[in-house]
Nanobody
Framework: QVQLVESGGGLVQAGGSLRLSCAASGRTFRTYGMGWFRQAPGKEREFVARISWSGTNTYYPDSVKGRFTISRDNAKNTVDLQMNSLKPEDTAVYYC???????????????????WGQGTQVTVFS
């Protein structure tokens, strides 16, 4: 059974940085793409970042592009999200997610993510 466990959330002042980490277990890690999503109170879940199974390709929405960086360490079975220049509107619960299919190419829809972590709270105050 695939398990994803996020860590690294917390309280940070606007302009600051946080690094989230997601530890995966339960299946081969290196052949599956991974993503980060977030959900703020009263809002829909939002895509934040994706990294391909090979680590070669990354994807971001305009709202975080240039500020957030996703990376993976296939030796440690982890995927990280480095968040810089944080804004109050980045406040949300952040979730790690793993692909359903091996070697999925390109940008995946949320339906492709079959496994989700429990989430970690990020709060940015001004």
């Amino acid at each position: 059974q695939v398990q994803l466990v996020e860590s690294g959330g917390g309280l940070v002042q606007a302009g600051g940085s946080l690094r989230l980490s997601c530890a995966a277990s339960g299946r081969t890690f290196r052949t599956y793409g991974m993503g980060w999503f977030r959900q703020a109170p009263g809002k829909e879940r939002e895509f934040v970042a994706r990294i391909s199974w090979s680590g070669t390709n990354t994807y971001y929405p305009d709202s975080v592009k240039g500020r957030f960086t996703i990376s993976r360490d296939n030796a440690k079975n982890t995927v990280d999200l480095q968040m810089n220049s944080l804004k109050p509107e980045d406040t949300a619960v952040y979730y790690c997610a793993a692909d359903r299919s091996e070697f999925y190419p390109g940008l995946a829809s949320s339906d492709e993510y079959a496994y989700w972590g429990q989430g970690t709270q990020v709060t940015v105050f001004s």
